[in-house]
């Protein structure tokens, strides 16, 4: 019986020290396709960016292995339209035939992607259309994200905070051979509250799906891409894996799109990055879930998450943006939205 006991001792230390080294590389894929004008044009998009899976995964064998890959937003396509276009000729239902080459690729080559957004239409929502990354495995479709913070007032697709007793969780964290993984969409990443809400579920690996644009990209003295992904790195203890879009202004109007793209400690220390500038770009860098869950476990000092004092805070009720109460969303509908929520800030009034 003691026998047996150490042994399982031992076993239990093994899958400790398992867990406390786990480490890889990610890979950010930067693409640079032009706005598409028609569904039809996704499955080309896709068969392209699955090569660069291979890319990243085959041909950097040899120095690391990549079993993270991570694609920007509006890789698939953006919401330049109006909503009703957007449904019609744009949107596509997930899971489906989008994601299969995903799925393929993965098995194959023994990696995890967080696909570049869709935009999505689910026959639950009819009206709806949402901005959605999958975080697919060799397993299949692990999880969906759906942007909760719209880059207001360009975009007019839905949020789940729009959807009247939304029943899915908003925030999926999932659990995975390479760490516990979780993910928001670009203009999430301004809001402390979105990005601390997947770390207090346990997110290690915090993948950010973006199309950040000039003035605001990874060049100072506005570099608020490389500012925010330092800080929601550092206050949550967690790596960062950011992949930016890479489409010149004539692809994507009206902006320019810096790329920029980087992995990130959890101390925020850049670990790897693209070059700033447009241009389709494969940056791949360390990432040490190891290290997250030893610092997790040590620190009695900087360990924001168990230090918040949440009664202080009185985040909930309070000024903010109004969930959505008719569909379709509308500019106008929007805009009166907006107007609402600036008009309960103390200062505003």
Known sequence: MLVLWSLGVVVLWDLFLLGMTLRYHAACCQTAFPCPEHRAEIPGRIAHMVQMMHHAVVGYEPFFDVRLLVFPEFAHAAPTMALDDLREKLA??????????????????????????????????????????????????????????????????????????????????????????????????????????????????????????????????MDWWTLFNRARAAENTACVVACNQGASLSGYPPFSWPGGSMIVDHDGRIVSQADPGEGEKIVVGPVDVGAVRDARTRRRGHDMRSH??????????????DPATEHPITSDSLEARLSRAKGQLPDQQ
């Not at 202080?312 to 943006?321: E, I, Q, T």
């Open 92 to 221: 596509v239902e997930l899971p489906g035939e989008s994601l299969d080459p995903y799925i393929k690729a993965c098995r194959e080559l023994g990696c995890f992607v967080w696909t570049g957004t869709f935009l999505e239409r689910d026959p639950v929502y009819p009206d709806v259309v949402f901005n959605t990354t999958c975080l697919v495995g060799p397993a299949g479709l692990l999880a969906k994200y759906r942007k909760v913070n719209p880059w207001v007032p360009w975009e007019v697709h839905a949020s789940p905070h729009d959807i009247a007793e939304y029943p899915e969780d908003p925030f999926p964290v999932v659990e995975t051979e390479i760490g516990r993984l979780g993910a928001a969409i670009c203009y999430d990443w301004l809001f402390p509250e979105t990005i601390r809400e997947l770390a207090f579920k346990g997110a290690e690996v915090l993948v950010r799906v973006s199309a950040y644009m000039d003035p605001w990209g990874a060049t100072p003295p």
């Open 308 to 321: 918040l004092r949440r009664n202080m805070h009185g985040l909930s009720p309070g000024p903010g943006l």
